[in-house]
């Protein structure tokens, strides 16, 4: 019953909790209960330690000095000369030869690691020059198709192409002859089928495979490969 003012002359009833019901829903209850659980959690651990613990990473963390975007200067040993220029922080091993030091022997093709006609020795071991940078490759020694000449003669790599006519537009050449010059330096005694894995990288869009083939048993000291890739 109301008042003439229309109050509840016996105060709130069930319903209606817009004249101060303290009494809280199941839901409230459980809300409060988890804030209050993950309060307590929160105040018991080791946060201290935590932070410590992150600090202490932190500090073990090597120093990355920035570089960029202006040119960086650098120092390149290329086929045994030290070579210095400027290049940009993005430049690649195979750009810094070809456009800034005039090393021309490694060739652009693909320009994504498929094809290893950019194929250049870094500390002996082939690497595709496109997929590095050049900043990455100073303090390294490098190596080059140019360096399978000296004093006019060639090396028994490029020597061998030559003799079987194992190339045609000569594109992947440079690149096929670097990573056979590993593979031989790596293994003198290495089998033709042994080459012929170490050369899986590399590709020739000539199709000139069966040249190679007859080049690489010279090399190895086999009779040349017939028409199925065996020795005849």
């Known amino acids: 019953m109301n008042d003439p003012r229309g109050h509840n002359k016996h105060g709130p009833g069930l319903g209606d909790r817009s004249q101060g019901d ?33 600090n202490a990473d932190d ?3 090597a120093v990355v000095v920035g570089m960029g975007p202006n040119g960086v200067k650098i120092t390149l040993n290329v086929n045994q000369a030290d070579m210095t220029t400027t290049v940009e922080p993005r430049v690649t091993l195979l750009d810094a030869l070809r456009n800034y030091l005039d090393v021309t022997g490694c060739k652009r093709v693909c320009d994504r690691g498929s094809c290893g006609a950019c194929t250049v020795l870094l500390d002996g071991k082939p690497i595709y020059s496109c997929s590095m940078l050049a900043l990455e490759a100073q303090g390294k020694k490098i190596r080059t ?13 490029p020597a061998a192409f030559v003799k079987y006519d194992a190339q045609q537009c000569g594109f992947c050449t440079p690149g096929f002859v670097v990573a056979m010059r590993a593979a031989l330096d790596k293994n003198p005694k290495a089998t033709p089928a042994e080459i012929e894995d170490a050369l899986s990288g590399n590709i020739c869009r000539c ?22 890739g065996k020795g005849g």
């Open 145 to 157: 198709a140019e360096s399978l000449v000296s004093g006019g003669k060639l090396d028994a790599v």
């Open 22 to 54: 303290r009494s809280l829903s199941r839901r409230q209850f459980l809300k409060g209960s988890g804030v209050a659980a993950a309060t307590t959690a929160l105040a018991q651990a080791p946060v201290g330690a935590a932070f410590a613990e992150a």
């Open 207 to 228: 199709g000139t495979y069966q040249q190679m083939r007859d080049a690489v048993y010279a090399l190895c000291g086999k009779p040349p490969a017939n028409g199925d």
């Open 59 to 61: 500090k073990k963390k």
